[in-house]
């Protein structure tokens, strides 16, 4: 059974940082694209950053490039997403998600539709 664990939200002032952390259970990760979105009040689901199950291909969404860095560690079944220079927008519930993909892949894609299983979210507040 995939299960998916978040943790390390929670709240900083503007310009700080944070590492959340996604811990996975009952599957290989190393086989699976991974992604993380978020979710602030009132708005829809965004992707936030995804990687393909091969590490050669990550994207970023526009709004936070150059200011988070998403990373896995297969050994420890683990994915993280480094948030630096955080704003008072990046405010969200943030997910971590994985879906399977046959063969390596070369490509990931940022819509929370192409992703099947998703942990339970983490709230990041970003405020003075």
């Known amino acids: 059974q995939v299960q998916l664990v978040e943790s390390g939200g929670g709240l900083v002032q503007p310009g700080g940082s944070l590492r959340l952390s996604c811990s996975a259970y009952?599957?290989?990760?190393?086989?699976?694209?991974i992604g993380w979105f978020r979710q602030a009040p009132g708005k829809e689901r965004e992707g936030v950053s995804c990687?393909?199950?091969?590490?050669?291909?990550?994207d970023y969404a526009d709004s936070v490039k150059g200011r988070f860095t998403m990373s896995r560690d297969n050994a420890k079944s683990t994915m993280y997403l480094q948030m630096n220079s955080l704003k008072p927008e990046d405010t969200a519930v943030y997910y971590c998600?994985?879906?399977?993909?046959?063969?390596?892949?070369?490509?990931?894609?940022?819509?929370?539709?192409?992703?099947?299983?998703w942990g339970q979210g983490t709230q990041v507040t970003v405020s003075s």
């Open positions: 009952g599957f290989i990760l190393r086989n699976y694209n």
């Open positions: 998600a994985v879906t399977f993909e046959p063969g390596v892949q070369d490509t990931c894609n940022l819509s929370p539709g192409a992703f099947a299983y």
């Open positions: 990687t393909s199950n091969s590490d050669v291909y990550t």
